[in-house]
């Protein structure tokens, strides 16, 4: 298949262990892809019968952008973008009023491939210790207070390196391991892979190996270590979490320097994908004190281009790019493909998994909400749940989900 050669890179990660997600429920939604970085929702009872069409409890104009909203403590946060200024934004939950805002310029130059996605943030923030982190489209990293939204820090990288974002704008989403911010800064061939003191925001290590890609990282534990693992710019990598050395890599590039899958973590194998690059699973092996990495199996008729898959038990299910955007459900122990829908599904799909069904959002504004089975694909219900374009993910929280589209906020009710 022939993929836009305009692309834009939304937000483009599965073992997370922050201080934050102890007692997790669907109501906390706070970071990317939920409380384990792996797209999950806990707690979540589907109505007996779906609607016809879902309440709007609420809907606001927020500014444009493709972060997804993060959720805690029965706030709302968000990081957008008003005319020339990146928005930070606190709302309550149940009202979608808002609590606290602030913002500050940020001028910022599009890529040409990429201005009809608008000038970002696509980062998504993260909440941890009552603090909020956020990473800007050009690459400044700041850290708010959740409560009052008072500015604790700021990093800015022009100084540092040639460029403070890739090609097309800043989209890995920062992540908190052990009171440590984990952040992929700096532009095309010019970054690192640096840990701040979630605190202060002071440098605790900083690996400057490659440029970074547009995946977020996910922290596992494997062998003994525990390990960051990201697709950077040019590579597959695991650095120790603990003091930022390289213990692995593997070369890895896709076409137009678009690495956005989140790495996926199926027991003691990883799961890795990208447009073009079929879908492999690899395994870590430690001998004598050195890494090593094994692929255990390849599938090629499956390939991930902005899309980061879910797991439940042994299945993996995703958008592949092929055909023109595909449902698929993977064996994750084989790479076998159970099944793939008919395709024109569209460019991009945002996954989560809630009890028993998939909510998947596409581009197009569609919630489509699907049997988690591995006998096919199995539409349950489709919504259209917004008038323009939802790259951002969706964040289910008790009975209701959180639509963030181009510029405006909702929460639909299920029920």
Same mark, same amino acid.
């Given at each position: ?73 029965? +706030? ?295 049997? +988690? ?43």
């Amino acid at each position: 298949m022939s993929v836009n050669r305009f692309p834009v890179l939304a937000l483009a990660a599965c073992l997370f262990a922050g201080s934050f997600i102890q007692n997790a429920s669907a109501q906390n939604w706070p970071q990317w892809r939920g409380p384990n970085r792996d797209g999950v929702v806990t707690g979540f009872t589907a109505p007996a019968s779906w609607p016809g069409s879902l309440n709007v409890k609420w809907r606001v104009p927020v500014g444009e952008g493709h972060s997804s909203p993060v959720v805690g403590g029965g +706030r709302v946060y968000l990081h957008t973008r008003l005319q020339d200024r990146e928005t930070v934004s606190c709302l309550d939950l149940e009202t979608g009023k808002e609590v606290w805002l602030q913002n500050y310029p940020v001028d910022y130059n599009m890529h040409p491939a990429a201005v009809s996605h608008g000038k970002g943030p696509k980062s998504t923030p993260v909440l941890y210790n009552d603090k909020l982190y956020t990473l800007g489209i050009s690459g400044i990293l700041s850290c708010f207070d959740a409560k009052s939204g008072r500015l604790r820090w700021r990093k800015e990288f022009s100084r540092q390196f040639k460029t403070t974002s890739p090609y097309f704008g800043t989209a890995m989403s920062p992540v908190v391991d052990k009171g440590l911010l984990i952040a992929n800064v700096g532009g095309h061939d010019s970054g690192a892979l640096i840990a701040f003191d979630a605190e202060t925001g002071q440098v605790k290590w900083s690996w400057t190996g490659d440029g970074p890609g547009y995946a977020s990282p996910i922290i596992v534990e494997i062998g003994g270590a525990r390990q960051v693992i990201t697709q950077t710019q040019q590579n597959i990598v695991g650095i120790s979490a603990a003091n930022g050395e390289l213990l692995w890599q593997i070369p890895f590039s896709t076409e137009y320097v678009q690495n956005i899958v989140t790495p996926v973590l199926f027991k003691e194998i990883l799961i890795l994908s990208g447009i073009n690059k079929g879908t492999m699973a690899i395994r870590l092996i430690r001998r004598d004190k050195k890494w090593a990495t094994e692929q255990v199996w390849r599938n090629e008729e499956v390939a991930m281009y902005m899309n980061s898959p879910v797991l439940s038990g042994h299945l993996l299910f995703g958008l592949s790019h092929k055909r023109k955007g595909q449902f698929f459900c993977m064996d994750a122990r084989t790479g076998e493909a159970l099944w793939t829908s008919n395709g024109r599904d569209g460019e991009n799909a945002a996954i989560v998994s809630a009890g028993e069904i998939l909510l998947a959002l596409t581009n197009d504004a569609e919630l489509i909400v699907v049997n +988690r089975t591995a006998k096919g694909f199995e539409p349950i219900k489709k919504y259209t749940v917004a008038d323009s374009p939802t790259w951002a993910h969706p964040v289910v929280t008790g009975k209701g989900v959180l639509i963030k589209d181009r510029t405006m906020l909702a929460f639909l009710n299920f029920e």
